[in-house]
């Protein structure tokens, strides 16, 4: 009778011990689907390489001959991207020449305007524009893209999806600067 208790009881632990791990996993496939499909799935994107001009593309900044701008993509619903708002904004505020932009292609401006005063980003500094993402050729959040004003047009200089604060940090201070693209 005691070994029918006790292999019960290592029953019982074993299954909720499962539950627990299938949540979990259901979760994170629950949070990949939300990062990489409703941003994808509604844009048509151009091929668009690094060095490429991006035509038509229009950024609130006055466009000069060799300024640099980062986009970071990123969408309201996104765990990660909430994670990388204050590491950004650090980042940009340290190098005021990246002139950092966030950019919520896929969320409506009012949910974007109560998410920003939530999270601090100044809404100066935001952009609600899927046309960005389209000129990009962005298709997921978060993504940081770096641009340069050249030849009156922007140029992409890098375009890379971020899954953590750390990555961001490495790939924005180690973004291309200032140089002539042909």
């Known amino acids: 009778m005691l070994w029918l ?12 011990v499962l539950g627990i791990m299938l ?3 259901a979760r994170q496939i629950g949070v990949l689907h939300e990062r990489t499909q409703p941003l994808a799935s509604r ?4 091929d668009v390489q690094q060095g490429d001009a991006l035509e038509g593309l229009v950024l609130p900044l006055e466009a000069r001959q ?3 701008v980062t986009l970071l993509f990123v969408a309201t619903a996104c765990p990660v991207c909430r994670s990388l708002h204050g590491t950004y904004a650090e980042l940009i505020a340290a190098d005021t020449a990246k002139n950092g932009l966030w950019v919520f292609p896929m969320d409506n401006p009012q949910v974007v305007e109560d998410y920003t005063s939530t999270h601090q980003i100044p809404g100066s500094r935001c952009l609600t524009d899927p046309q960005v993402a389209t000129r990009c050729a962005v298709t997921k959040t978060p993504t940081l893209v770096c641009l340069q004003y050249s030849d009156d047009n922007w140029r992409l200089m ?3 999806p971020i899954d953590r604060a750390q990555q961001l940090a490495r790939v924005l ?3 291309p600067t200032t140089r002539a693209t042909a």
């Open 5 to 16: 208790g006790l292999t019960s009881l290592a029953l019982a632990i074993c299954v909720v």
């Open 23 to 25: 949540l979990s996993i």
């Open 43 to 46: 844009q048509q994107t151009l």
């Open 66 to 68: 060799g300024l640099e």
């Open 158 to 160: 890098l375009r890379q």
């Open 173 to 175: 201070t180690q973004a």
